[in-house]
């Protein structure tokens, strides 16, 4: 019996009503009797969490009650993991000053502080201004994270945004660098990114809507009360979202739209801001692109005419149509480009294939191509873009799971490495005390999904250790391999951590997200069961000696594994899990569901995708059976996986299944899908999911010391 089971004979959880609720969509009758936790007001709720209902609000708290009852034991060991994992924190750290014309911007923690600080020194060296101190900001809030900083051209001004609520509106202020005064203006609502114009006298944002979706650009001339604002764009397309950013040269406002296979873009003019945005090329159904700009001309990131893993074609600025789109790098079946960036005199691409990252550098006035390479068999790497557009220097991230963050300066007409920072891990780290490495599983139609790994360099292989397998497999995100010091705490007490890069991100390629994605979903699914199965083959663990991890679409994933192949796990942590897929995708008032339609299908529309969805969505199919230990955690204001998705999972398991378990929720009842606030307090959450995973293994006594 392991230890999780052990302490659940005298325990009485929380029993949700059975309110009964039925529903019929093309023929097919579905019951929902745990629909009741929906509150009816759900967005005045991520407004303003007090005003939740009663009884959603009292079953929550039994909920939170009853975890903390069987995890209240564990209270010990989670403070050993907090201070162990904030003793690899450098308290007062900071970035690598970002040199823009006479002045280098920065952030930078205090010693003890949550939230960071905005600041900038002169661009030779000189003392620092801080202009925004997020611990004082926050001083006033139970939560608060920025949402953006961008200083004004003329370096005069910074607007800044941020959420005091958890529920991702963003609200836009302008402070002055001289004095550190915050104006009149109050921008409210907003997706907390700003583009300047260039004149420095009002600027460019995204406005949420009442379903909490950007779908609306607008301009505020400082001074002016919101309610002056000038609608300059609006989405038609409730399935679409739009985005802004500054172009790369700085000339252009790009207004970026798009859902997750067609995208489209326009550009404003900063010079005249007061002109209507252009059109690049018009949407079409699966084809999406990205503009960077330099001079006369557009350098396009494109899947268009079946480059699967993208190319990069040019255009000219006056003439961006799609017939004038000419190839300059072809597509490359298997190599994936995941973005470019562009300089005065160079074409900067990240790409990857076979799961691993590169950096290509393309000298633009002589063609010549190089790559920045590295040596580890599993490791991260990132472009880290810059404010100046006439420059030969390329800022770049590296890590592994061994290795902690190291940024460089790379000249990209010399062609040398400076490195200017590298993560600091104040209470020691040796990566040759670790060992990083990758394996192959094969799944059940023979594709080869790779695994990376992370364990002491004292490790034995003898398929006794404990192991946390964490995945995501969606919206073609990556699982990058790098450095993150708190699994140092697992793998410090003999865990072997490992990442499952499966179907549904572009580990490998495009076509890897393709397969993994609406009627192929269960892809993503049968992927982590078999690394799980490959990983007991290869001896670095057993099964019911693994805990499966993962958050959002992840969360979904371990749902899903959990009715699929719950008897290969001892737990099961789903953090803000997408559990409720069939409900949540019939329900176009949710912030995030008509845009999600191309990710899982419209199952209002479609009876195909109906009965897809159904038959894989981890509320719809929990089943009469034994479950590993599960914890699911959850935010009450989290627009993205609403609260009452893991609390009508945690309902229904606990009243079908048949042993196992147990099976916990916990809400946070102040925050959002990024949980706790502040780098510390998140901290805490860290320190649940490693306990429960200790304890779910039998060994959280021992975890404590």
Not at 222 to 238: C, F, N, S, V
Not at 358 to 376: C, K, M, N, W
């Amino acid at each position: 019996m392991t230890q999780a089971n052990s302490k659940t004979a005298s325990q009485s959880p929380p029993v949700a009503p059975r309110r009964q609720h039925w529903f019929s969509r093309h023929g097919i009758t579905v019951s929902d009797d745990y629909a009741w936790l929906r509150d009816e007001n759900w967005q005045e709720v991520l407004r303003d969490p007090e005003v939740l209902n009663g009884d959603i609000r009292s079953y929550l708290e039994a909920e939170n009650g009853y975890t903390e009852s069987l995890l209240g034991h564990t209270g010990a060991l989670q403070k050993t993991l907090v201070a162990e994992m904030r003793r690899r924190i450098k308290e007062d750290d900071s970035s690598v000053p970002s040199p823009d014309g006479p002045y280098a911007y920065f952030r930078k923690f205090r010693e003890g502080g949550q939230h960071e600080l905005f600041g900038r020194m002169p661009r030779g060296g000189g003392d620092a201004t801080i202009v925004l101190d997020g611990d004082a900001l926050a001083a006033a809030h139970d939560y608060f994270r920025f949402g953006g900083s961008r200083h004004s051209h003329d370096h005069k001004l910074v607007a800044w945004s941020a959420d005091v609520k958890g529920s991702e509106y963003f609200t836009i202020r302008v402070r002055d660098w001289d004095g550190g005064r915050d104006h009149d203006d109050v921008v409210e609502e907003t997706d907390g990114g700003v583009v300047w114009s260039a004149d420095c006298k009002g600027f460019f944002y995204v406005k949420l809507d009442d379903n909490h979706r950007p779908m609306q650009v607008w301009r505020h001339r400082l001074g002016t009360a919101q309610a002056d604002d000038i609608l300059i764009y609006e989405e038609q397309d409730a399935g679409w979202f739009t985005h802004l950013h500054e172009s790369t040269s700085g000339r252009f406002c790009v207004i970026a739209g798009g859902d997750h296979e067609t995208s489209e873009q326009r550009l404003i003019d900063l010079a005249d801001p007061d002109a209507a945005p252009r059109l690049i090329a018009r949407r079409e159904t699966g084809v999406q692109y990205s503009i960077a700009d330099r001079g006369d001309e557009l350098f396009i990131l494109t899947n268009l005419d079946g480059a699967i893993d993208f190319k990069i074609v040019t255009a000219p600025l006056a003439s961006p149509a799609r017939e004038n789109w000419r190839d300059l790098i072809p597509h490359r079946a298997g190599t994936y480009i995941i973005d470019h960036d562009l300089y005065s005199g160079h074409l900067v691409r990240l790409e990857r294939a076979n799961a691993l990252p590169a950096i290509v550098i393309r000298d633009l006035t002589s063609g010549e191509e190089h790559a920045i390479a590295f040596d580890e068999a599993a490791y991260s790497l990132d472009t880290m873009g810059s404010y100046e557009f006439d420059s030969t220097n390329l800022r770049f991230s590296y890590s592994s799971m061994t290795t902690p963050s190291e940024v460089y300066d790379y000249d990209m007409a010399t062609r040398t490495r400076t490195l200017r920072k590298r993560q600091e891990i104040p209470s020691g780290h040796d990566p040759a005390d670790y060992v990083t490495t990758r394996i192959m599983a094969t799944s059940h139609d023979g594709a080869e999904v790779p695994i990376s790994l992370l364990h002491r360099r004292d490790f034995r292989r003898d398929g006794r250790a404990p192991l946390l397998l964490y995945g995501y497999g969606s919206y073609g995100m990556a699982m990058p391999a790098s450095f993150n010091a708190n699994r140092l705490s697992l793998a410090d007490r003999g865990f072997v951590y490992a990442i499952a890069h499966i179907r549904g991100g572009t580990d490998k390629g495009w076509g890897w997200y393709l397969d993994g994605k609406r009627d192929k979903k269960t892809n993503s699914f049968d992927d982590f069961a078999a690394c799980a199965r490959a990983l007991c083959e290869a001896n670095y663990t057993a099964a019911k000696r693994i805990v499966g991890h993962g958050g959002s679409a992840g969360g979904m994933l371990m749902g899903a594994v959990a009715n699929r192949a719950g008897e290969l796990f001892a737990g099961i942590v789903a953090e803000v899990p997408f559990v409720d897929v069939l409900n949540t995708m019939l329900d176009d008032t949710l912030p995030l569901t008509p845009p999600e339609w191309p990710e899982w299908g419209n199952p209002i529309e479609s009876e195909k995708d109906f009965r897809t969805i159904l038959a894989y969505s981890p509320y719809d199919n929990v089943a009469a059976k034994d479950y590993p230990a599960i914890l699911a955690m959850a935010g009450l204001t989290d627009p993205r996986v609403t609260y009452w998705e893991p609390a009508k999972w945690i309902a229904r398991l606990r009243a079908t299944m048949t042993g196992g378990g147990p099976v916990l929720l916990r809400t946070n009842m102040g925050a959002g899908h990024g949980g706790a606030s502040g780098r510390f307090n998140r901290l805490d959450e860290v320190a649940i999911v490693y306990a429960f995973a200790l304890w779910a293994v039998g060994m959280a006594d021992k975890g404590a010391v």
